[in-house]
Nanobody, 121 residues
Framework: QVQLVESGGGLVQAGGSLRLSCATS????????MGWFRQAPGKEREFVAS????????YYADSVKGRFTISRDNAKNTVYLQMNSLKPEDTAVYYC??????????????WGQGTQVTVSS
């Protein structure tokens, strides 16, 4: 069974930092892209960041460039999202997702249950 479990969310003041973790049960991630998404109340789910497991190439939404960093731990099959200089606009439920990847084709078929991040002003 494929499982993705997020952790690390919480309440932080503007300007603070949080690190989110996503532990996976996928035995090998060599052919996967791992992504972070977020959804604020009343809004569509939006892309935040992704990492290609093989090689470690990363991609970020413009809204988080320079503030967030996605990374991976090969030994733990875990992906992280380091969030610095947090803003109230970052408040959302954050989800991790896994996408089997062939070339430029990726489908995020596996999702975690989310972790709440709240940034106060």
């Amino acid at each position: 069974q494929v499982q993705l479990v997020e952790s690390g969310g919480g309440l932080v003041q503007a300007g603070g930092s949080l690190r989110l973790s996503c532990a996976t049960s996928i035995p090998t991630l060599n052919s996967y892209t791992m992504g972070w998404f977020r959804q604020a109340p009343g809004k569509e789910r939006e892309f935040v960041a992704s990492i290609l497991w093989s090689g470690g190439s990363t991609y970020y939404a413009d809204s988080v460039k320079g503030r967030f960093t996605i990374s991976r731990d090969n030994a733990k099959n875990t992906v992280y999202l380091q969030m610095n200089s947090l803003k109230p606009e970052d408040t959302a439920v954050y989800y991790c997702a896994a996408a089997p990847t062939v070339g430029r084709i990726r489908e995020y078929n596996y999702w975690g249950q989310g972790t709440q991040v709240t940034v106060s002003s």
